[in-house]
């Protein structure tokens, strides 16, 4: 009787001893990474703003290297975020070295794996485009993905809509053909639709 | 510690019991990263920490851990390290991190760490394992980097982001692609295996 009462004491203060160290391990390590996480939080959230911002940039056109001082100051000199009517915004960017206006659109399209964020930005006349950009998208590796390559990118700058899609290396001269990726079908396809689509947006909703 | 102890632990890690090719473990993540150099040396040293780390705190813990809970308590271990890694990437390397993704998370899952925890760390005394955790991130990162190197090489044509094939080579766009890896890992396991170690060693027991 009395070894029984033993054993189940045992027993508990085993089970409490488990339960207290799992709470202690547990609070010592969380306790860690929060304070790291907080004292990193705003870092990261520069860091996230910075790349938008060079995005924007890098879309109307605008030179966006330099040191980050440099580039937020310069964004915040020549962007402003204006709304449409129906609540939909848009930047409207004067670059300082030109003086004329850009209107920079961040829109998202359906990709292949996932969804395709775009910065697109058109010139004051909203006829044409004067930089493309993609923030965000989930696109095969050396396939889709290959829309962050420079020249496809570079390629959309001075091209009119509606744009159509030409097999990669044809290198259209015309104003309303850009290159393709070979391999990346679907993904050209999405780019062709969010770039339309943005150009459509922009003429309904800027019509006077 | 002896010093033959580590010079053996090492040894062991980076060639006869390799958690890649002998122990063909962590190959998530070597199909996953290895297409650009730079980015497969930032997980491998991501690796590297956590699992040196995970494996000398596991193992200043062993006294105390109760059995029943201790892989509970690896985990969270594990875990914690991985998410510092993955904060100080986003807070100093955000283009880096944005390219790999999920995947410095999914260090977490890698089996090596957990492993290495289980088999050595819980049984050996703090230096040997944090020496056993290097040992094994080194075996690990050193087969990743060679597997990168080829696959950047073959698939984009350059290393490390340098252009060092001419214009004249195409690239192999299955290189990039999780496959490539398949295949360069095989080439790799083929030589190691079938040149470089002994035949009539001693017979290895391959483990999942």
Same mark, same amino acid.
């Given at each position: ?65 330099? %040191? ?19 609540? %939909? %915004? ?21 990709? *292949? ?8 930005? =058109? ?51 015309? *104003? ?33 | ?6 010079? #053996? ?14 122990? =063909? ?11 650009? !150099? ?37 985990? *969270? ?10 904060? =100080?990437? #986003?807070?100093? *390397? ?69 252009? =060092? ?30 040149? !470089? ?10 483990? #999942?």
């Amino acid at each position: 009787m009395i070894r029984g009462i033993v054993n189940k004491v045992a027993k508990t203060r085993e089970r409490l001893f488990t339960v207290f160290f799992m709470f202690a391990v547990t609070l010592v390590f969380i306790a860690a990474v929060s304070a790291l996480n907080l004292a990193t939080a705003d870092i990261v959230a520069r860091n996230a703003n910075l790349f938008m911002q060079r995005a924007v940039m890098e879309a109307a056109d605008m030179d966006p290297s330099g %040191s980050p001082e440099d580039v937020i100051a310069r964004y915040e000199a020549a962007v402003r975020e204006e709304t449409f009517p129906d609540g %939909s %915004s848009y930047l409207c960017v004067t670059d300082p070295a030109i003086g004329a206006n850009a209107y920079v659109f961040v829109r998202t399209g359906a990709g *292949l794996w996932g969804q395709i964020t775009a910065v697109v930005g =058109v010139d004051e006349t909203i006829k044409t485009l004067t930089g493309v950009t993609f923030v965000k998208h989930n696109e095969t590796p050396g396939l889709g993905a290959r829309i962050d390559e420079a020249w496809f990118k570079e390629q959309f700058e001075g091209k009119r809509g509606p744009l159509r899609c030409v097999p990669e290396g044809t290198r259209s001269a015309s *104003l309303n053909e850009f290159d393709g990726i070979t391999g990346a079908t679907i993904t050209s396809r999405a780019v062709e639709k969010i770039l339309n689509d943005t150009f459509a947006e922009a003429r309904r909703k800027a019509a006077p | 510690m002896a010093a033959g102890r580590t010079k #053996q632990i090492f040894l062991k890690n980076l060639g006869s019991d390799n958690p890649v090719f002998i122990q =063909v473990l962590g190959i998530c993540s070597t199909l996953a990263v290895t297409n650009v !150099l730079k980015n497969t040396l930032v997980m491998c040293l991501g690796l590297v920490f956590v699992t040196a780390l995970s494996n000398m705190s596991v193992s200043l813990l062993r006294k105390w851990i109760p059995s029943r809970v201790r892989m509970m308590v690896e985990v *969270l271990i594990i875990a914690s390290y991985v998410i510092i890694v993955d904060i =100080v990437i #986003q807070a100093c *390397l955000p283009d880096v991190s944005r390219q790999l993704g999920p995947y410095v998370g999914l260090i977490i899952t890698n089996c090596i760490i957990m492993g290495r925890a289980e088999a050595f760390a819980l049984s050996n005394p703090p230096l040997a394992s944090l020496a056993d955790g290097l040992a094994a991130g080194l075996g690990y990162s050193y087969v990743l980097l060679v597997i990168a190197f080829c696959r950047e090489l073959l698939g984009s044509g350059t290393i490390w982001g340098i252009r =060092v094939l001419g214009e004249w080579w195409v690239n192999w766009s299955i290189m990039v692609m999780a496959p490539g890896a398949f295949f360069m890992l095989a080439v790799f396991i083929w030589i190691v295996k079938g040149y !470089l170690i002994p035949r009539d060693g001693p017979a290895k027991e391959c483990c #999942q």
